[in-house]
Structures are given as C-alpha cells and as structure tokens.
C-alpha cells in the first residue's frame, strides 16, 4: 500500500492553517509546494557550500560547481536529452521563451516568415513572438482551438505552409488542462520544414517528457511548478540549434576570450548563461528532480488522475457549474464558472475557509476570449492533494453560493 500521508507529510506548508482552517492548497498550476528535502537542500548549499561557480580554484567554488554541474546532468536525465550540452540554465519557462524568440528568431527568421501560436498558449509563449513580430515582422498565426479547449490536427495541417518556420504549443495548457499531442505535432511540422518549440511549463511535473523521443527542437519549463524553488527553469534546445544561436545576454561566464576590440564566446551551455546564475535555485532543482524520480511518473499519474476524475466528478454536481476545459486528454486541471458567482467573488469566500485556488485569466487572455468569461475558478492539483481537499473545495463553494447567489 502506497503511504500518501507520509509523501504530503513532507510538505511543511500544508501543516498550515488559513483563517482557522487546515490550509487546502489547490493552486499548484501557478507554482507547487516545495518538499522539506528541497528546502533542506537550499539550506545546506548556504550553510555549508556557498561560493560562486565555474570561478574559484579554491575547494569550495569547485566542489560548488561540481554539484551546480551535477544538477545540469540530472536534468539531462530527466528530459532525456542527448547531451549536458544542451540544458541551459535560466529563470524560468518564460526566459526560455523570450532566449528563443531573440536569439534563434531573431537571427533566423525573416519578415514575412510565419510562427504558428495556438490559442491556448500562456502568454509567455505568445508576446515574444508578437515582440518579434515587432521587431522584424513575421507574422504570428493563430492555431484555434475548439469549445472543449483542444487543438485539431487537421486544422494545423491547414496552417502549415513552406513560410511556417515554427510551431510554439504548449504541452498542457495551465488555464484548460489540455494535454496536446506533442508528438504528431512535431512530425507534422518538421515535414512542412518547421521547427517546434514546446512549453513544458505544466507538463514537467505530471508527464514524462523525452526530448527525443518526441524530437522536440526547444522545451522550456519552470523548476517552481515541479516542486523546486522559484527563480530557476530550463530551455531544452538540440545542440546543433545552440551551436548555431547568437549569445542572448552578454557578461561574465559566456566569454572566452575579451579584448576591447573582439570577444570569442564559451562554448555550450555557458554561452547562454551570462552572469552569476541562480546556484541555489539549481541545488534545490536538483532536489526536486530527486523527488519526483524516487515517486515516479506512474505514480504521480495514478495520483492525479484520481484526484482529476473525483474533483470533475464532485464539481459537475453543484448547480450552475461550467467546466472550462473539457478535452479527451487533461491534466489535473479543473478551471470552471458558476452562474450568479464571480470568480473573484467565490476565490475570496474560498480563502475564508483555507482553500486556495486561483481566479483570473490565468495569464491565458486568448482563451478567456474564446469562452467568453472574463476569468475562470480554477482548482489544480499536485501530487500531495487528496480527496479530503476536494471535498473542503465543494463544501466552501456552497457556503460561498448560499451568500453569493
Ligand atoms: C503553460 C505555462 N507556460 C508558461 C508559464 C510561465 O512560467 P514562469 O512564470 O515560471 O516563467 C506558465 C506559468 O504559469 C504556464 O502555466
């Protein structure tokens, strides 16, 4: 029998009491709680190791690297990725995004060359491009999507032309819950002579993401939303793509050779990572990758789809509920609206009770417009929630109605 108490016994912040509740923490798609080994990890790099990177010849600085440099490798692993080489330190999925667009995009792409962006995209996978656009006019593309919140293959077969130079589609859509098939997507735009780049934002923490296997061309995500620290996330890239990418920031640690008249760069990945990084951030991804290795994928799938199902299914009950996000292929996920509530109005009647979700647009505009709400409710779960939480989430929301409506 898996001991589930004793996996959310090892998130501190869920011992928590809100307003005189137990804290019911349902916002993970925003960032995730951070398991005490993470958190202990950060502490420890203070404590005992903290020197800068890649600089020192003293035992501290490089017994330091050697463990920043351990955790590249364990992100290597974890993606699946050919080679260290190809894991670039940055702060987030959103960096990520922005490194490409300015340093491939803006390098290689031409006006009048075309990014397809599918509507469901978070907006950090969407104004880059439009900031590109800006900047050299390419055309950004609208991929639709339809009113159960998924993308049509044969639609994108319609967008798909010899001017298409990328796809930029998000793997799960943290306002939908969608999970989108990477890989046929992929297949279909390296036929048409395309590249990919994938937000794996929401995807690292529930799904097993293999960059080869799904021969992606870029991955970014966010080490806060996998249980480690903010401040700390990675672009994937293939290394023939980085060889070939100008530097994105320059400064110290991405040089080679300086002189006021010409400077050679560092070879890869140091050549994307200007300045002194994130070294905790990354101990504590280190960390975090640990834990969800040592659970394991099947795991957490087992975990959330039940929580998915028992939350869709206790959600659909209450009267006037509409479920935003209703595809075949879902995360644990549950965005919805409630005729006669607004979302803000019942997020705050939530939090009276300790519960936790998030009401906005979900930094998604596009695809509030597409539903026509101005902001959904919306319940996500990690791998620490249980039906208990569920169950405060649907008692607080009919409190919340008895005054509301
Ligand atoms: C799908 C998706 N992409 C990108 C991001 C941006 O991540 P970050 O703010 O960590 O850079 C988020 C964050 O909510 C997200 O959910």
């Given at each position: 029998m898996f001991d589930h108490a004793a996996l959310r016994a090892q998130f501190p912040i869920l011992k928590l009491t809100e307003n005189g509740h137990p804290l019911t923490y349902l916002d993970n798609a925003s960032t995730s709680q951070k398991p005490l080994s993470v958190i202990q990890a950060v502490e420890d790099y203070y404590s005992t190791q903290n020197a800068n990177v890649h600089?020192?010849?003293?035992g501290l600085s490089e017994r330091g690297t050697d463990a920043f440099e351990t955790v590249r490798k364990k992100v290597q692993a974890f993606v699946n990725a050919k080679s260290y080489k190809e894991i670039i330190f940055v702060r987030g999925a959103t960096e990520g995004v922005n490194l490409v667009a300015q340093s491939w995009g803006r390098h290689f792409l031409k006006a009048g060359d075309q990014v397809i962006v599918s509507e469901m995209e978070h907006h950090s996978n969407l104004v880059p491009w439009q900031m590109l656009r800006e900047q050299i006019g390419i055309e950004v593309i609208k991929w639709p999507i339809n009113e159960r919140g998924e993308l049509s293959l044969e639609d994108l077969a319609g967008l798909?032309?010899?001017?298409?130079k990328l796809v930029a589609v998000t793997q799960m859509s943290n306002a939908l819950g969608t999970i989108n098939p990477i890989k046929q997507i992929v297949e279909m735009a390296h036929q048409a002579g395309a590249k990919v780049l994938v937000d794996g934002a929401q995807s690292t923490s529930h799904i097993k993401v293999d960059v080869q296997a799904l021969d992606v061309d870029f991955l970014v995500f966010s080490g806060h939303k996998l249980y480690a620290p903010t401040g700390i996330g990675c672009l994937y890239a293939k290394q023939a793509l980085l060889e070939a990418m100008p530097p994105y920031m320059g400064g110290g640690d991405m040089i080679y050779k300086v002189s006021f008249e010409q400077t050679e760069y560092n070879e890869l990945?140091?050549?994307f990572e200007a300045g002194t990084p994130n070294i905790a951030g990354v101990i504590g991804l280190g960390a975090a990758l640990d834990f969800i290795n040592q659970l394991g994928f099947e795991r957490i799938a087992q975990i959330e789809e039940e929580l998915l199902h028992y939350a869709t299914e206790r959600l659909s009950q209450i009267e006037g509920l509409r479920i935003i996000g209703t595809a075949a292929t879902k995360g644990a996920v549950v965005s919805f609206v409630i005729e006669g509530a607004h979302p803000h109005d019942l997020a705050t009647l939530l939090d009276q009770d300790g519960v936790a979700v998030r009401a906005s647009h979900h930094c998604a505009m596009p695809v509030m417009l597409k539903f026509n709400v101005p902001a959904t409710v919306r319940a996500s779960f990690g791998v620490y929630n249980n039906r208990d939480d569920i169950d405060r989430l649907v008692a607080s929301i009919h409190e919340a109605l008895d005054m509301l409506r």
């Open positions: 600089r020192g010849v003293y798909l032309n010899e001017r298409t990945p140091y050549k």
